[in-house]
């Protein structure tokens, strides 16, 4: 019979297989720019090129103050463009949802966004764009 430190022994191994796989599936994720909220409601494009490569899917860190995004779009390098409806606040020290890219991974030209400062804060947020390839 085992004891019992040997069960949570091959359950801390079981739990740590796991979550080194599920981490392997999520990234590495690939920073690829930032802006600023500048005023209150913002327009930016964060340029990216063919130099980054192609990816499947994105997603959006905020950081200092809140953002309420209203879209994003997604300029590929053959001329196509998605837009991504977001419309939620995201807190500062957050992120999106990962975000996939249809079709197989895409070289990204650009992203653009459309939002706002969510609080009314004179802090200007920032939003950083990272890429998964």
């Known amino acids: 019979m085992l004891k019992a ?3 949570f022994r091959i ?3 079981l739990f740590f297989a796991l979550a080194s796989q599920f981490a392997q599936a ?11 909220v500048d005023g ?9 090129g063919s130099s980054q490569g192609s990816f499947r899917a994105i ?21 196509n ?7 939620s606040k ?12 249809p079709g197989d991974q895409r070289i990204i030209e650009s992203v653009e966004f ?11 947020p920032k939003v950083r764009l990272f890429g998964l390839h």
């Not at 995201?90 to 890219?101: F, K």
């Not at 459309?114 to 200007?124: D, L, M």
């Open 59 to 79: 997603r959006m860190r905020v950081d200092i103050a809140p953002i309420r995004f209203d879209r994003v779009i997604v300029h590929y390098g053959n001329g």
């Open 40 to 48: 209150q409601v913002d327009h930016d494009n964060i340029k990216v």
């Open 81 to 87: 463009s998605v837009p991504i409806s977001i419309r």
């Open 114 to 124: 459309f939002y706002e400062r969510a609080s009314g804060s004179p802090s200007k």
């Open 90 to 101: 995201i807190n500062a020290g957050g992120q999106t949802r990962v975000i996939d890219l």
């Open 11 to 13: 359950a801390a191994l």
């Open 26 to 36: 999520q990234g590495p994720w690939v920073y690829l720019g930032e802006a600023n």
């Open 5 to 7: 430190t040997s069960i």
